[in-house]
C-alpha cells in the first residue's frame, strides 16, 4: 500500500488513530480478565482462546496500519498488545489433545478455535517485525 494515499493527513493527528490507540490500550488494561467467551456462558467466566485470538487481530491490524502510516507509537503498542494476546492464546494450547481449547486450563474444545486458521494465527504470530518499516519494541 503506498503511503501517498495518505499524504493529505497529518498523521499524528487523526482522530482514527487516536480511536485505535484508545483500543489498544483497552485491550491491554483487559487482556488477563475472564469473561463469558464468544457463546457467552454466563455462569462461567474464563480465560477464553477465541477472546485472546480477537484481541490478537485487532492489534495485528492496528501493526498494519502504523506500519503504513510509519507511527512507531502505534507500532509499538500494538506489538505490545499482540504478544501478550499470542501468550494468552498459547496458554489454551493443549499438548495432550495436540489441539487449542476453549480455555487456559479446559478440557472443552470450541468451535470457535477454527478461527485460528481462518486469521492465519499460527503462520503470522508474531509478526513479521523483520520486514516491516516501523520496528516495534
Not at 484508545?22 to 464468544?38: A, F, H, M, R
Request: proline fraction near 2%.
Amino acid at each position: 500500500v503506498s503511503q501517498s494515499r495518505y499524504s493529505v493527513y497529518d498523521n499524528e493527528s487523526l482522530p482514527s488513530l487516536n480511536l485505535i490507540k484508545k483500543l489498544l490500550n483497552k485491550i491491554e488494561q483487559t487482556i488477563n480478565e475472564n469473561d463469558s467467551g464468544i457463546w457467552e456462558y454466563r455462569q462461567r467466566q474464563q480465560k477464553h482462546c477465541s477472546t485472546a485470538l480477537f484481541q490478537w487481530a485487532g492489534a495485528q491490524a492496528a501493526f498494519k496500519i502504523g506500519t503504513v502510516l510509519n507511527n512507531k507509537e502505534l507500532c509499538d503498542l500494538a506489538f505490545k498488545v499482540i504478544c501478550k494476546a499470542s501468550e494468552s492464546i498459547e496458554k489454551s494450547y493443549s499438548e495432550e489433545h495436540q489441539s487449542y481449547l476453549m480455555a487456559h486450563e479446559s478440557d472443552a474444545f470450541d468451535a470457535s478455535n477454527l478461527l485460528l486458521i481462518t486469521l492465519n494465527y499460527r503462520n503470522s504470530s508474531p509478526p513479521l517485525e523483520k520486514t516491516f518499516k516501523c520496528k516495534a519494541m
